[in-house]
């Protein structure tokens, strides 16, 4: 948008690596009161108002005793990438009732009936297999999941994530699986220091959005768009985010390299 924006963001670039360990309440505290406030001014310069943004905590590889310090700092929505890691934790947090668990990362059909069992949340449908796979659990649980449809916005091979001209088919067949309750989509942006390509990620996002929304099949919301992370959320947020999904810049660093949870991710475009 300007050239403020992208001073800002390669900022946060730089810390990439250098967040510090969240490991008392008061941290929490505070990194969630910087990102909000981030949050809110990144409304304020396009004129949104900020409850119209849900921060979601992204706890993956921290463990259990890190994530009760984030519920006891009022996080009541965590999200982790890989379902038998949370899972796990699920498990072992059962105690905290109200504690709720999105899982954003890609999803093999083995693993749809973990996700059935514990998830509040799943953004990263992009397949019928996995739409299939997750609506039989669910009817076996007797259970509804609020999803969303990941679309690969960056044209990087290593992304997950239905192309943007396949969304539309794909939409059509959701009615058939009464236990996904569609909200949105969900994109990964470029992982690239040009806050411009970044931007055009959920640019594109929106628009997609934007255009499916008029003939959705009954049934299909698509009103969330979850996109922005540690290092480009506020982009996101001028952009129409409605979900910004941050691990780091609240948790601290982490060591597994993001390659881990997107094979190949930002090859030739990391700083
Ligand atoms: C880890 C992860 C995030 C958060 O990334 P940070 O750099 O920790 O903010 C967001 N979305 C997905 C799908 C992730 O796996």
Excluded at 204 to 213: G, I
Excluded at 215 to 224: Q, R, S, T
Aim: hydrophobic share 40%; glycine share 8%; proline share 4%.
């Amino acid at each position: 948008m300007n050239t403020d924006i992208s001073l800002q963001i390669s900022t946060l670039h730089d810390q990439h690596g250098h967040w510090p360990q969240a490991d008392s309440v008061e941290d929490f505290r505070r990194n969630l009161a910087a990102v909000h406030a981030r949050i809110a001014a990144a409304c304020q310069r396009v004129g949104r108002d900020p409850t119209g943004v849900r921060l979601l905590p992204v706890s993956k590889t921290k463990p259990e005793a890190i994530l009760r310090l984030a519920y006891a700092a009022d996080c009541r929505f965590l999200g982790e990438n890989k379902s038998q890691e949370a899972y796990r934790k699920w498990e072992a947090m059962t105690d905290l009732t109200d504690l709720r668990w999105s899982v954003i990362g890609h999803l093999q059909t083995n693993k749809a009936k973990l996700v059935a069992r514990f998830a509040a949340e799943f953004q990263a449908l992009d397949s019928l297999r996995v739409a299939e796979a997750l609506e039989r659990r669910l009817q076996a649980e007797g259970r509804g999941l609020d999803v969303l449809v990941q679309v690969n916005t960056s044209g990087e091979a290593s992304k997950y994530g239905l192309p943007p001209d396949e969304v539309a088919a794909f939409l059509r067949e959701l009615p058939a699986f009464s236990a996904l309750r569609v909200r949105g989509f969900m994109t990964l942006a470029l992982l690239s220091v040009e806050a411009a390509r970044v931007r055009s990620c959920f640019v594109q996002l929106r628009e997609l959005r934007d255009r499916l929304r008029q003939e959705a099949p009954d049934g299909i919301g698509l009103n969330e768009l979850s996109m922005g992370m540690s290092g480009d959320y506020e982009i996101a947020v001028e952009e129409g985010a409605t979900i910004v999904r941050v691990g780091q810049a609240i948790f601290g660093a982490r060591a597994t390299p993001d390659a881990y949870y997107w094979p190949s991710a930002g090859d030739g475009e990391m700083d």
